[in-house]
């Protein structure tokens, strides 16, 4: 499959970027990976974004000295490496990866909803409050919930380490949005984490990609303050 490694940094975290062209995958590109038998049954966009996530990893891990590739957990999540925890994520065509030697962090990467797909999506993703907030951020009100989604995505890949369960995007809610950041509040008590934690990740926009990052951050305690 035909790849571009890139790099760059948002609010001091490296993040590794593989650009993919998903039509140039072969089956053959995916015995490099140790676990490419769990993929066998997969259709092929699946198995070239898998590939293209693993490889952003992979260059992510050796700036630490790791050789290792995430394997697949139970619930499809990455295995990291002991003493590492990190993120991946993937569109038709590009791979994003961040990793960390202390605490937890989440990436995203989302293309941008059509107006119409948002409207018709929203309710599924936020609550009347945040709809609320959304419309007020000075930002097209689709890209400001394709923000809100992939914000909540770069969270709860942060938190699944030590929550080990699915989240849904009720767990999270929008407090504040500007040119930035994005800060989520809790909306119940996660893994160690308490109601009302709040999280701000920082986001840009690339082209028609809304990618969203939460810097690395202490794992939580029993009971925690609010984070950044």
């Not at 097209?140 to 849904?168: D, H, I, R, Y």
């Not at 008590?189 to 951050?217: E, V």
Request: proline share 6%; net charge negative; with cysteine.
């Amino acid at each position: 499959m035909r790849t571009t490694h890139s790099t760059f940094r948002l609010t001091g975290t490296t993040v590794h970027q593989i650009t993919f062209d998903p039509t140039t995958f072969t089956d053959a590109d995916l015995l490099w990976l140790p676990h490419h038998n769990a993929l066998a049954h997969a259709a092929p966009k699946r198995k070239a974004e898998h590939l293209a996530g693993r490889l952003a990893a992979a260059h992510a891990l050796q700036e630490y000295g790791f050789t290792a590739i995430p394997a697949i957990g139970s619930s499809g999540e990455p295995l990291w490496p002991v003493g590492m925890t990190g993120s991946i994520s993937h569109t038709a065509s590009r791979a994003l990866a961040v990793v960390t030697p202390h605490g937890l962090t989440g990436i995203d990467g989302e293309i941008i909803l059509a107006d119409d797909e948002a409207v018709e999506i929203k309710d599924g993703i936020i609550g009347p409050a945040e709809d609320t907030l959304l419309r007020h951020t000075g930002l097209p009100f689709a890209q400001a919930l394709t923000l809100t989604f992939s914000a909540k995505e770069s969270l709860f890949k942060a938190l699944f380490s030590q929550v080990n369960a699915m989240m849904g995007f009720d767990c999270a809610r929008v407090t504040a949005l500007d040119e930035n950041t994005l800060t989520l509040a809790l909306t119940r008590p996660l893994a160690g984490f308490s109601q009302d934690d709040a999280f701000t990740l920082f986001w840009l926009r690339d082209g028609n990609t809304q990618i969203t990052l939460l810097p690395p951050f202490p794992a939580a305690s029993r009971k925690s303050p609010s984070r950044r």
